[in-house]
């Protein structure tokens, strides 16, 4: 018997100490998800690893994530799931603001009789019958609706113009105007006079009979078809300049020369580079004004050595020359030199270019070619190949001593006298004007007088007075010219309602 209740005894203890174990480990399992969930202490113990013959004792350390908050769930990679409308909705409207509308497009008007913007205006779907169906004076009816509202205009067409009415420009071909003129023996018949209000044109100039769509350039630069400029006179007078020949009964042809440079605009631009190292096209020299251009051969061959040439020329005895330059796809502008400033800004070129341009630079105290000063950049060059530097006529050198004398008192430089062509540079500053005797011709200009304002100002007999801060002179070579702004930029002053004005007022004149 006390054999069996030992054994009840042992049983007993046993089962005890196993229902302890599965209590104990089962508090732990709970303590620990408390702990690790909301505690903000977690007790650590450690013992440190024996190294060498030093022993330690176990020892317990706080957490240094004593106090700290951790949101684990979202160091957990899970995938997005997808946006729906309603969760856009809950972008919109939660604490996460949406991006901000991009800015609203503005509308700009045009310019009103005052010169001033004006946005009343509305611009309606392209109609291809407005252009395709000209009839000459037809009217039609139309009516145009939204919504309940409808409304009934009617709309005028433009007839078409006279068929001698092909080459009209309308401010230089106002006949009534040049009548009126007091003189002409100035070239004022070849400046501007546009028509007065209520007498512009009222009708579409048409197209040469035949007319094609140009040929691209470069190929444009020798040929163009011979219906968009149906002019044969200049080929009559100057075919044997090398200027223009005909190719077939279809295209003109441009062989490339000109009066002063029979064998080609290319040997003729080489010339000039070896006579002065410093005339570098396309480097120091990047814009260009062509003088009496004529088919603008020299600005044409410009371009291929990166040069941006303005050939000008007056619509005169040889039909419309800057047609055939604005055909070969040459910038051009109908232009002359007269009684006006020509519409460009002071220093606006790097050099200016005559060749038999048939100008008087010496006429009226040299007024011609002070206009050609004020053009002229800083340290700027004047080409000029004409008979009088090469001829030894009584009159050609008696204009030569002439042109030589007022370039001396322009304080210009004669760099290079070479065959037929002088190449003179203009100062970089004003020392020279300042330094000469006094009672000089010509005199400086007042300092009150503007050398950017041109429109519709008479030419004046005096000297543009360079800028004191050398702006003008220090403009970097192409093509850093692009990134480098050049200083004189700094002084012009842009307004935009004044300059409205004085467009609209140079349409009206």
Known sequence: MNLLGHVDSLKSQTSIKFAAFIFIS??????????????????FFSRQSPSGTTSSSPSIALSPNLNKEFNVSALIDTPEPPRSAKSEGTWASGSLKAPPPPPEFKIYGIIDENGTMSDKFEIGEFDTDLVENWDNGAEFEAETGK???????????????????????????????????????????FERHCPEKGKGLNCLVPA???????????????????????????VEDKGGQNWISRKGKDKFKFPGGGTQFIHGADQYLNQISK???????????RVVLDVGCGVASFGAYLMSRNVITMSIAPKDVHENQIQFALERGVPAMAAAFATRRLLYPSQAFDLIHCSRCRINWTRDDGILLLEVNRMLRAGGYFAWAAQPVYKH?????????????????????????EGYIAIWQKPLDNSCYLSREAGNSPPLCDQDDDPDNVWYVDLKACISRLPENGYGANVAPWPARLQIPPDRLQSIQIDSYIARKELFMAESK
């Open 147 to 189: 919504e309940d509202v409808r409304s009934t205009f009617r709309v005028k067409k433009f007839g078409f113009c006279g068929e001698n009415m092909r080459e009209y420009i309308p401010c230089l071909d106002n006949v009534e105007a040049i009548k009126r003129l007091k003189s002409t023996e100035r070239g004022e018949r």
């Open 275 to 285: 006579m002065v190292p410093d005339i570098t096209f396309g480097h120091h020299i």
């Open 393 to 417: 006529e009584e009159a050609l050198e008696e204009q030569w001593e002439e042109m030589l004398n007022l370039t001396t008192r322009l304080c210009w430089n004669l760099v290079k006298k």
């Open 208 to 234: 040469p009979k035949g007319y094609r769509p140009p040929i691209p350039w470069p190929r444009s630069r020798d040929e163009v078809w011979f219906n968009n400029v149906p002019h044969t006179r200049l």
């Open 26 to 43: 089962v508090a732990s399992f709970y303590l620990g998800k408390h702990w690790s969930d909301g505690s903000r202490q977690l007790i």
